[in-house]
């Protein structure tokens, strides 16, 4: 496996996740394909926690219950960024 590879056994490709990045950032997307150095995500919700007062967890949570609104059509995330990669379905609501 290369250096920073989702595990092969994780089928992520075409599920919907979070992308949890070290920095103030959070993506929830489609996970389209695993490019060398970048996730490639559509369909995404690119969302800069310093423009609300929201936690990273509260602001997943809603997408969980109520949906993603995405804006924009498709994103690449460079996977030194990482921190996190969870299916949406994974996040626990109850």
Do not use: F
């Not at 919907?16 to 150095?37: K, N, T």
């Not at 929201?54 to 995405?70: A, I």
């Amino acid at each position: 496996m290369r250096d920073h590879a989702l595990p092969e056994s994780s089928n992520l490709i075409g599920q919907i996740v979070v992308l949890d990045l070290a920095s103030p950032w959070v993506y929830i997307g489609r996970l389209a394909r695993e490019e060398a150095d970048y996730l490639v995500l559509e369909d995404v919700d690119a969302h800069d926690l310093r423009d609300t007062t929201t936690s990273r967890e509260k602001y997943v949570l809603d997408c969980r219950l109520h949906g993603v609104t995405p804006n924009r059509r498709q994103t690449w995330v460079n996977r030194r960024d990482l921190v996190g990669v969870t299916r949406l379905e994974d996040v626990i609501a109850d």
